[in-house]
């Protein structure tokens, strides 16, 4: 069945969301905000479905989503998504009146460009691969920030509970503004390194077979990665005493650990990833000599 999906089945389930939240400004209903957040994760589940179904692997045609058409449905997931974790974060808040619109409108747009032909492959490939280091960067970056906001936040409570003086020349932000600098990183790094391993897919399929395998150990240390960010946010979302206190600064220091374990297995453990230098001069100085054997 959900080899069979179309543009109708996400879009239909998006617009039951939309007309749940607009019945919001007529009357009240103790189940619509979890109705509307059903219909919008199942409409974000067949739309998840939709663009991997167009991502399938052809070396003769152009990379994975790689036109307006494609283009446009992505952004209009993105925004599904944002609104999705708004939902739940925020539930009196009508953000989907103005959100859904939004969504329905870059879908209705990217049906108008379904016929007009895909980038080159060499420019989409290029633009792939910016999106997927520029992700993956700013989503470490994200990551980083909120170890250093949780380290201070830890550092200001423990002054403000043994009622110690701030010392000469360290001047903290305050316990709420170190707060939702921590919840802000994690939402952030969430997002961009979803991003960042969606590009990185993306761009392994495209090359039909000859990317690098997914047991890789930069693949599956990513995804675990993004696995423990994605529940760490759903956790904060949904269970209100971590969204304050230390909880929140503890679980940006957890999140900085599992980066760090990352990076250390980026770094040294073998990979297809990236090569090392060493490998790379090795290369280099055989092509020469295969050149002048032929």
């Known amino acids: 069945m959900l080899s069979h999906v179309q543009i109708v089945c996400f879009a239909s389930c998006y617009v039951i969301a939309l007309l749940l939240e ?16 059903t219909f919008t994760a199942l409409g974000l589940f067949l739309h998840s479905v939709y663009l991997v179904l167009r991502s399938g692997p052809d070396p003769q045609q152009a990379p994975p989503l790689s036109s307006w058409f494609d283009w446009l449905l992505l952004l209009a997931w993105g925004v599904a998504v944002v609104y999705l974790i708004s ?29 007009v032909p895909p980038f080159p492959r060499g420019q989409a490939m290029h633009a792939w691969g910016v999106i997927h280091g520029s992700a993956l960067l700013l989503g470490s970056v994200a990551v980083m920030l909120g170890f250093v906001a949780g380290i201070m936040y830890l550092v200001q409570s423990y002054r403000l509970k043994h009622k110690l003086p701030p010392r000469q020349g360290l001047r903290l932000p305050s316990l709420e503004w170190l707060q939702q600098a ?109 050149g002048g054997e032929g």
């Not at 607009?22 to 957040?37: E, H, K, M, N, Q």
Request: aromatic letters at 10%.
């Open 182 to 290: 921590n919840k802000n990183s994690l939402l952030v790094s969430s997002g961009m390194l979803a991003a960042g391993l969606l590009s990185g897919v993306i761009l392994n399929l495209a090359k039909a077979g000859q990317g690098m395998p997914w047991t890789d150990p930069v693949v599956w240390t990513s995804g675990i990665l993004f696995i423990w960010l994605a529940i760490v946010l759903v956790f904060e979302s949904c269970y209100r005493p971590s969204q304050q206190g230390r909880k929140v600064a503890y679980l940006t220091l957890a999140s900085f650990v599992f980066l760090a374990l990352v990076l250390g297995i980026v770094l040294f453990v073998p990979s297809q990833h990236a090569a090392s230098p060493a490998a790379g001069a090795d290369s280099q100085a055989r092509t020469p000599q295969a």
């Open 22 to 37: 607009l019945s919001r400004l007529f009357f009240r209903a103790p189940v619509r905000l979890a109705v509307t957040v």
């Open 87 to 115: 939902a739940v974060r925020r539930p009196a808040a009508a953000l989907g009146i103005f959100m859904l619109p939004l969504v329905l409108a870059l879908i209705g747009l990217a049906s108008l460009f379904r016929q």
